[in-house]
């Protein structure tokens, strides 16, 4: 099953790649080799893919990833515009400073997205995480380095999608 | 019509790296200038890659230009994160008017 769902996933990337949209037909070569190709990385490597894999497949889980992708389109502009403004202010109004948060997320998938959101939202840069939760963040302005205060300014924001999409 | 909304959307991807680089030379720590490279070159680029996909039209520049974009938008933070890390593992020092560091408090736990 989680073969197939990357199986499925490889040759779509790959179709989209080697698509003739300006011929309009699809080559014969393309696809065998695609197929091969998309077979063989399944086989090999679905050990290192991610293990959530039931993700793909479930609609109500795609819903709530359509939903989020708005709202955080919306954070990364803002974040866009903080930068570009702390950049360009003549006296740099920077305070940094690393702080820690704590997450309640538990499967890997959901924290790597969450890190990543983290990352390219206004002012936080992730740099490291612990096993039990934790994460190291890099915050530009520092509004507060309590944990507790640090996550609800930080976190909150993403958790309660993220736990929707993948938990 | 479309081809207008491309362009300017190649526009404000330029405009975002420009300012982003701008960054990039004004901050003065190795943390503070991978905030301004990792957000606006991200958002940035995958602008530029959306305008270039609309330019373009229904082609396989466009799909190939689409690829790129989400690829960017999930391997540019894991590479910050990475250097990030790095660089503190390294033993390179915060800004010295930073007010706080707790990451400090983790290195010395292990």
């Known amino acids: ?16 790649l080697t698509w003739p949209f300006v011929e309009g037909k699809i080559d014969g070569q393309v696809v065998i080799a695609g197929f091969i190709a998309s077979a063989f990385v399944s086989i090999m490597f679905h050990e290192i893919l991610p293990k959530e894999h039931h993700i793909f497949v479930s609609p109500v889980r795609i819903f709530w990833f359509l939903v989020y992708m708005p709202v955080f389109f919306y954070y990364v502009v803002m974040a866009n515009l903080d930068v570009v403004y702390r950049a360009l202010h003549p006296k740099m109004p920077i305070k940094p400073g690393i702080v820690k948060i704590k997450t309640t997320l538990k499967t890997e998938s959901a924290i790597t997205a ?8 206004p002012g936080t840069l992730t740099v490291d995480l612990t096993d039990d939760g934790f994460l190291y ?12 205060q640090a996550t609800k300014h930080i976190a909150q924001r993403f958790e309660w999608f993220l736990k929707k999409i993948f938990e | 019509m479309i081809d207008i909304i491309g362009y300017i959307l190649i526009i404000i991807g330029i405009l975002f790296d420009i300012f982003g680089c701008i960054g990039l030379v004004r901050f003065p720590d190795v943390y503070n200038r991978l905030q301004a490279s990792t957000k606006c070159v991200t958002l940035g680029t995958f602008l530029l890659l959306i305008g270039v996909a609309l330019v373009c039209g229904w082609s396989a520049l466009s799909m190939k230009a689409i690829i790129c974009a989400v690829f960017i938008l999930i391997t540019s933070p894991t590479a910050a994160h990475a250097i990030a890390k790095g660089a503190y593992a390294s033993g390179v020092e915060l800004w ?3 007010v706080v560091d707790k990451y400090a408090e983790e290195i010395d736990h292990h």
């Open chain 2, 96 to 98: 010295e008017n930073s």
């Open chain 1, 137 to 148: 963040i890099h915050w530009i302005y520092v509004k507060s380095d309590d944990v507790e």
């Open chain 1, 1 to 16: 099953m989680r073969r197939l769902i990357y199986f499925v996933l490889a040759f779509v990337i790959w179709i989209l």
């Open chain 1, 114 to 121: 969450l890190a990543n959101s983290i990352t390219l939202t």
